[in-house]
């Protein structure tokens, strides 16, 4: 994926108490009708006219003052302000040139139909921000009369938002001195607004104001740099492409840069694939807005979402599905001159909207399509993600057919080493890739029990996903040996696969799916090496101070944490039943999951990916290393045994925080193992009474081996 080069450098500081700062900066690509200021118009002198060009504070109420500017690193002036009431920042008649007029007194605006900047408060304190302008010239002919202030409407900037701040010459948010204009049909109440702004040719007067509650402190960037909108695709797949047949793999859409004024509030957008290769099996989880729709007419998806307004540094919309599928034909089939095809994802039309407007995709940074790379499997010419019998007999059946025959133009699709003749070395190219792709393991099924097990310092939670405590009937009459989880599985592969079903499990509650090893034995190492380590540490007569270790590195292996397993754990203790001064348990948590109303789920998993923990959107934003976000809507009441209270509708989005990566190929290297398969409660950091700690619920005992 591109890396995106953000126009504007936002530089977090908190100053002393009742300090206000901010940063003003020229937009790297502004719009052709849309004046901002300069770096150099704002780095004027804090002096005022005539005696030379200044950019200046031209008022103070209620006790505020202009201390300071400076220029800081990248685009943008740093204004300091102490005391904060209302403060007026500006460049007063004569304007300097700098200020983007043309004319007489540099006061020429008409070539502009707005006037915007950007506005982030940095806290610790909300405030509020507008711009302005003076026109009327008020030498002889003309008096004050024709001077007018007029100003864009206030806007509120909690800590941490931002918004863009737009003087709208068609439209202001404010006028004052305009009831006595000298041109009757110019005349308005004072103060009103919805007015064009008159002698664009006559700017006396440009700058911004500031407003706080006189004892506010805060630190502002106000910034040039209008950034359109951008979306941005995200793979996420088991494993890294190319992909083959019956591969699965998504494609998330986040949007950036939606600002608190422009919040978005609806999306569509066309997003275009090759269905020859790929069958689209819908949206998996959507995101900032919530559920949306979608409309397939191949090769074109068209996805709509509408929801309650929404701005962001960055958003997850939707995530797209795919499966790599195909029928057999002379494009889809491996030959020695034909081994792969790509094509592309891309999006073919766009348009965001706010409560302000829309804006079309020429408004909108769209990425480039995203090109994926199918492989076709040497020897399946049938295309059905396998080589055996039926694929040998399919080319067979053509056997000696040969350029020019009638049925040639059939038989042609299977010449894989193209000589224009099927022959044994089309036949020997499928057989030395027999039985690719063809399952040999057994079915095997384990049902889990609760042998009263849990995880070191382990309590169980009494909350579901939403924090909605569970009634007091329900904490004093559940407990596990109530519920069944059966597990499904491959005992030989690539990889560990199968399906989970779980029936009464805690209601609209979340669970780790975890192994975990046995110390000082190969898989245990195996396991850990793949996932996280458990560290205890022998006192002389237990183990103690269990721990893990939490240093995780960069996702790459081996990590930090496999550093420390390598140098402490032949540490000899001869007082130890081990021999080791410290034990390690290797375990992996691969997928996660969330109950339904009535404490059930089934989920199909397969290793590849190893987790740190589970989050909540509502807690940190997922990144595009972490695990797929999963998503719940629930609405508790007394009517369902484990509550005894009517809570409110709920939606609840989670995700894996990645532990390695990258995500999907993590994969548990080739041997046999004997382990504990774990279900674990999830706690999400919670400290209440009632919010657990990572307990360890249910668990079986599992042998398999990885090819």
Same mark, same amino acid.
């Given at each position: ?34 004046? =901002? ?271 309650e307004p929404w701005s962001g540094d960055r958003g ?25 095809? =790509? ?282 290393d972490d695990g797929p976000i999963k998503t719940v ?42 382990? =504990? ?9 919670g400290t209440g009474p009632l919010e657990g700690n ?14």
């Amino acid at each position: 994926m591109r890396t995106k080069v953000v126009a504007a450098i936002f530089v977090l500081a908190i100053l002393a108490l009742s300090a206000v700062t901010i940063i003003l900066t020229r937009p790297v690509k502004a719009l052709e009708s849309t004046l =901002t200021l300069s770096d150099a118009e704002l780095m004027l002198p804090n002096v005022p006219p005539p005696t030379v060009d200044g950019f200046y504070q031209e008022w103070a109420d209620g006790g505020g003052a202009f201390t300071g500017k400076a220029n800081v690193s990248g685009p943008g002036v740093q204004f300091d302000f102490t005391g904060l009431g209302k403060v007026g920042m500006g460049d007063k008649y004569v304007l300097s040139a700098l200020a983007g007029g043309t004319g007489a007194h540099n006061g020429d605006f008409t070539v502009y139909s707005m006037y915007s900047m950007l506005f982030k408060n940095l806290g610790p304190d909300p405030i509020n921000v507008h711009l302005f302008m003076n026109t009327g010239w008020t030498d002889p002919p003309q008096n004050g009369y024709y001077d007018t202030f007029w100003s864009s409407n206030w806007i509120y900037l909690a800590v941490g938002r931002s918004a863009i701040v737009t003087l709208n010459f068609s439209s202001c948010g404010e006028a004052w001195n305009i009831a006595d204009d000298p041109v009757p049909e110019w005349q308005h109440p004072e103060g009103s607004g919805g007015w064009p702004i008159r002698r664009l040719d006559q700017v006396s007067n440009i700058g911004f104001e500031v407003l706080g509650t006189g004892s506010a402190s805060a630190s502002i960037i106000v910034s040039g740099a209008l950034t359109p909108p951008d979306l941005e695709f995200v793979l996420v797949a088991p494993h890294s492409p190319p992909f083959e047949c019956c591969d699965t793999f998504e494609v998330e859409v986040w949007v950036t840069d939606i600002y608190d004024s422009s919040p978005l509030t609806d999306y569509d957008l066309n997003v275009t694939y090759n269905p020859s290769l790929v069958l689209f099996l819908g949206v998996d989880y959507w995101g900032v807005l919530g559920n949306g729709t979608v409309s397939l007419t191949p090769p074109v998806v068209e996805i709509n979402g509408q929801g309650e307004p929404w701005s962001g540094d960055r958003g997850l919309l939707f995530a797209l599905t795919f499966h790599v599928e195909f029928t057999p034909s002379a494009d889809h089939i491996w030959t020695k001159y034909h081994q792969y095809e =790509t094509f592309q994802i891309a999006i073919i039309g766009a348009k965001l909207s706010s409560p302000q407007g829309e804006i079309p995709m020429s408004g909108i940074i769209v990425p480039g399509p995203m090109e994926i790379q199918v492989d076709f499997i040497r020897g399946d010419v049938n295309c059905d993600s396998k080589v055996d019998m039926n694929d040998i007999s399919t080319a067979v059946y053509y056997y000696d057919k040969k350029q020019g025959d009638a049925e040639w133009p059939q038989a042609s699709w299977y010449d894989l080493n193209g000589d224009n003749v099927i022959d044994i070395y089309d036949t020997v190219t499928i057989t030395t890739n027999y039985g690719y792709g063809v399952q040999t393991s057994s079915w095997q099924t384990l049902v889990m029990t609760n042998p009263n097990l849990t995880s070191p310092n382990g309590v169980l939670r009494w909350m579901d996903v939403a924090n909605q405590e569970y009634s007091s009937s329900y904490i004093n009459s559940y407990n596990y040996s109530q519920a069944t989880v059966t597990v499904n599985y491959h005992d030989v592969g690539n990889t560990l696969s199968g399906r989970l079903t779980a029936r009464n499990l805690k209601p609209n509650f979340a669970y780790q799916l975890k192994i975990v090893g046995t110390p000082g034995t190969p898989d245990n190492e195996r396991i850990g090496l793949a996932g996280r380590w458990w560290q205890e540490t022998w006192n002389g007569s237990a183990w103690t101070g269990g721990q893990n270790l939490n240093n995780k590195g960069n996702g790459t292996s081996p990590n930090p944490n496999d550093a420390t397993y390598y140098t402490r754990r032949l540490i000899a203790d001869p007082t130890s039943p081990t021999g080791y001064h410290y034990r390690y348990t290797g375990y992996l948590m691969f997928n996660y999951f969330i109950t339904d109303s009535n404490g059930d789920a089934t989920i199909d998993f397969e290793t590849g990916s190893c987790y740190h923990v589970l989050w909540k959107t509502s807690q940190r934003s997922r990144t595009p290393d972490d695990g797929p976000i999963k998503t719940v809507t629930f609405d508790p009441d007394p009517s369902q045994t484990a509550y005894d209270q009517d809570y409110p509708s709920s939606t609840i989005s989670i995700f894996g925080e990645w532990e390695r990566l990258p995500m999907g190929n993590v994969n548990l290297t080739p041997g046999q193992y004997n382990c =504990t398969i774990i279900l674990t409660e999830e706690s999400f950091h919670g400290t209440g009474p009632l919010e657990g700690n990572w307990a360890a619920a249910m668990s079986g005992n599992m042998t398999f081996t990885i090819l």
